[in-house]
């Protein structure tokens, strides 16, 4: 066998390779999310799988348990800032006491982990995200 056949070979089996795979998930295409807000969390009512939840720190709902290690608070769906009534709270226990460093009431956090069935969320992981204070200001022209 000739190399230039060896190659075109090699190359219909890696296209055919590609095209299988790109027919068998053709499915999953678009459906990729990194977080649910609560809202889409709720309404999906999925108890025991794994999935990321997007929210706030409801204020005044950290409590640190010293003893049991632990750190229980409260997510709501939107900024606390933002005014207006919480109705819809996700209660979260995270089994461990070392929270990130912006990590307080009104933060924005991704919690990672499952609900269990008494409809508490088991955080395996939290993440917070640094409050806009912390965003570039725009400057002033310097004037001579």
């Known amino acids: 066998m000739s190399k230039g056949l060896q190659i075109a070979v ?9 095209g299988w795979y790109a027919a068998t998930n053709l499915d999953r295409i ?9 809202h889409e969390f709720k309404a999906a ?3 025991g799988r794994p999935v990321r939840v997007h929210g706030y720190v409801a204020p ?3 409590e640190r348990d010293l003893e049991q290690r632990r750190v229980r ?10 005014g207006g009534v919480q109705t819809e ?11 990130p460093d912006m990590f307080k009431d009104g933060a924005e956090v ?5 609900l269990a069935d008494d409809a508490v969320f088991v955080a395996d992981n939290v993440l ?7 965003e570039a200001q725009a400057t002033q022209p310097a004037s001579f």
Do not use: W
């Open 110 to 114: 991704v919690v990672e982990g499952r």
């Open 10 to 18: 090699g190359a219909l089996v890696i296209a055919g390779l590609l």
């Open 89 to 99: 709270t996700l209660p979260v226990l995270y089994a461990t006491l070392e929270t």
């Open 30 to 38: 678009g459906t990729f999310q990194y977080y649910q807000t609560l």
């Open 45 to 47: 009512g999925e108890v």
């Open 128 to 134: 917070a995200k640094c409050p806009s204070k912390f």
């Open 60 to 62: 005044g709902s950290i």
């Open 73 to 82: 608070f409260a997510v709501v769906n939107d900024p606390p800032h933002a």
